[in-house]
């Protein structure tokens, strides 16, 4: 069992024009085995959330907490929060020239995992967990999201997320971009994913079209900065055919 | 000595004599010279105590004695001495490093060739031949503590299919200053792979010209500037033949903030050099804030019957999302840099097809960033 603890969570971002701050006090609990929808409009703070969570040093925490199991996150590198068993899929993944995706997934085991993975179960898994998102071989040897489509990307994504097995993950827009079969193969292999390592998932999406493959414990409905209405999927039905209209004046806030 | 007439486009030298006497002492104000820190290489310009350079004969190196007289390679090669540095040594050299591979041998084994000084400043006199034909991986490891003011007069014969990769790896104290020109036959294929890491001053004037239709030039280079390094790597290519191909590629990655590189790509493209095709690109990595990297690609064109011919420059920094990604997937910050890094030099490494050599090169380069730990790591993705 593991919990990610959200607490009263404050957060700018830092540019040159100087510290803006777009989370308001988030309270959230992502717990194993339960999956947690986080749906609000465009610049409503969703992906700062997810960066927050994952330690992106453009933002700043101001105020609040998170934990993962009683540790605290804010007080971990990345790549220890990674190794601590957080996960980020995201919605803009970067592109890493001259860096394979075979090498690259096989760094990143090695290094979740404490050791380098046996060479010969290492290539099997890797094939498996490829298959079973539908991408062709040929794409371990090409360059880290380097002149991938919005789809490639994605399905890299959550091949990641097969291979690391986090605890807790973070899917920031996995559908956007996607097509109805892609989005039915990459909602698959989250499920299996879920099923198979019992992980706690964090969905953020601006559409409810997710909705439909992945089954939602909670829904929350993100605006301002800040869950502003919280529900069961039904939420996410009066979402579908209101739209965030009503939440509107709550941005503001 | 008689003087050559030069050719007539502005990016060719203006002069060419193998007698010193017949150059100026470079200032520091002249076009060829004004990103070069000249005051730092007074010796250079001058006839005093030096060595020279010399290799340990093998099966196809052999040490010769210098003669005034052109070599046989200097003829194939049209070569003459362009400026200062190259007439010094060309005239003070007082032995030549041969390197011959005869016509139609196709060597399998990579040619390594050890260079050392034997005073604090040596000229160094190398010539590389490819007969016709004939294929092989040259190494010029030059790795010495000491100065050397070298030329480097490659032929390479029709058909003939040369690499040369020129390994500049010495402390950080030694200084060089090259001239190279290469040659390439008929339907030859030449690629010149320059890997400098080492050094305080490393000034390299590269130049390539064709005999014949059909050849093909590749100067690739990757290079590695910190601290008070200087490297300036100038690129001239002769678009003298028909159906010739040339591509150029060069990549930097600087730190530090008094690190300094300079890549000066002059590309001449001929009236009779129909049907060509000629690519230059040069990319700069800056890994902080501070170094300083000079890029001028310049293509003169006097025919536009080409296939093609194109240049780019671009110098960026480090970019951090990239670090943010990899280090997200648990990889710390210092091995996410090295594999940046590695992946920015990869266009470049790749062409160096000897798997052996190509670790090696790697390393070295893995060695100066500073990071070691990623390569017993990954042996194992790459077998
Ligand atoms: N790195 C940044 N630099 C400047 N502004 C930023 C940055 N990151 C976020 N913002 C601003 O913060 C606000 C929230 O952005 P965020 O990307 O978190 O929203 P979102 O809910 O994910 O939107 P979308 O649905 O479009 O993905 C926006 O106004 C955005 O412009
Ligand atoms: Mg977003």
């Excluded at chain 2, 016509?103 to 490819?130: P, Q």
């Excluded at chain 2, 007969?131 to 490891?141: D, E, I, M, N």
């Excluded at chain 2, 490494?349 to 380069?365: E, H």
Aim: hydrophobic share 40%; proline share 4%; aromatic share 6%.
């Amino acid at each position: 069992m593991s919990t990610l603890q959200i607490t009263d969570l404050h957060a700018s971002v830092v540019t040159d024009a100087g510290e803006t701050p777009i989370l308001k006090g988030v309270d959230l609990t992502v717990e194993s085995g339960r999956t947690q929808a986080v749906m609000g409009p465009n610049g409503s703070g969703k992906s700062t959330l997810a960066y927050v969570i994952a330690g992106h040093p453009k933002y700043t925490v101001t105020q609040g907490s998170i934990t993962l199991d009683g540790e605290d996150v804010l007080d971990m590198s990345v790549d220890e929060r990674a190794r601590a068993g957080l996960f980020l899929a995201m919605q803009y993944p970067v592109e890493v020239p001259g860096v394979s995706v075979s090498n690259f997934l096989r760094t990143s085991a090695t290094s979740i995992r404490g050791e380098a993975p046996k060479l010969r179960t290492w290539i099997g898994e890797v094939k498996e967990a490829m298959a079973g998102l539908q991408m062709d071989g040929a794409f371990a040897e090409r360059n880290v999201n380097e002149g991938f489509s919005g789809g490639e990307k994605k399905r890299h994504e959550i091949l990641q997320m097969s291979l690391l097995k986090p605890k807790i993950a973070i899917l920031d827009e996995t559908d956007s971009g996607l097509d109805v079969d892609a989005l039915r193969v990459v909602s698959e292999g989250v499920n299996r994913f879920q099923e198979d390592s019992g992980a706690g998932v964090l969905l953020i999406t601006h559409y409810t079209r997710i909705l439909r493959y992945i089954t939602p414990d909670v829904v929350n409905v993100f605006a301002g900065g800040r869950i502003v209405e919280t529900g069961g999927p039904e939420l996410a039905e009066v979402l579908e055919s209101e739209g965030y209209e009503r939440f509107a004046d709550l941005t503001k806030a | 000595m008689s003087t050559v007439e030069a050719p007539p486009s502005d990016l060719a030298p203006r002069v060419l004599s193998n007698d010193p006497g017949d150059h100026e002492t470079p200032h520091g104000r002249e076009e060829e010279w004004r990103f070069t820190p000249v005051a730092k290489l007074g010796d250079f310009f001058d006839a005093g105590q030096r060595g020279s350079v010399t290799a340990a004969p093998s099966e196809f190196v052999t040490m010769i004695p210098a003669e005034m007289e052109s070599s046989t390679v200097e003829k194939a090669a049209h070569w003459v001495a362009s400026d200062l540095p190259s007439a010094l040594a060309r005239t003070h050299a007082t032995s030549v490093v041969s390197v011959a591979i005869p016509a139609e041998r196709e060597v399998d084994d990579i040619v390594v060739v050890d260079l050392a000084g034997s005073e604090e400043l040596n000229y160094g006199r190398i010539e590389i031949s490819a007969g016709a034909f004939s294929k092989a991986t040259v190494v010029l490891r030059l790795d010495m503590t000491t100065d050397v003011s070298g030329i480097v007069v490659t032929d390479v014969a029709d058909q003939a299919a040369l690499t040369v990769l020129a390994l500049y790896d010495g402390p950080r104290t030694s200084r060089h200053v090259w001239q190279w020109a290469t040659t390439v036959g008929r339907d030859a294929s030449f690629l010149g792979l320059s890997i400098a890491l080492g050094g305080s001053i490393i000034r390299l004037q590269q130049n390539v010209r064709y005999a014949g239709p059909g050849g093909s030039a590749e100067l690739l280079g990757a290079f590695l500037a910190s601290d008070e390094q200087f490297q300036e790597f100038r690129i001239f290519v002769d678009h003298n033949e028909p159906h010739c191909v040339s591509n150029v590629v060069f990549k930097g990655a600087l730190s530090g903030a008094q690190a300094h590189t300079v890549w000066i790509g002059d590309v001449h493209v001929r009236r009779e050099a129909v049907g060509i095709e000629t690519y230059e690109l040069n990319r700069n990595l800056l890994l902080n804030d501070g170094p300083r990297a000079d890029s001028v690609p310049n293509l003169e064109l006097e025919t536009g019957d080409v296939v093609s011919a194109g240049h780019a420059s671009a110098t960026g920094r480090f970019d951090d999302e990239q670090l943010f990604y990899l280090q997200s997937r648990g990889i710390t910050e210092e091995l996410a840099r090295q594999l940046v890094v590695r992946g920015f030099f990869v266009d470049v490494l790749d062409k160096v097809t000897d798997a052996d050599l190509r670790r090696d090169v790697i390393r070295r380069i893995e060695e100066r960033i500073g990071m070691e730990a990623i390569e017993q790591q990954l042996t194992e993705v790459d077998a």
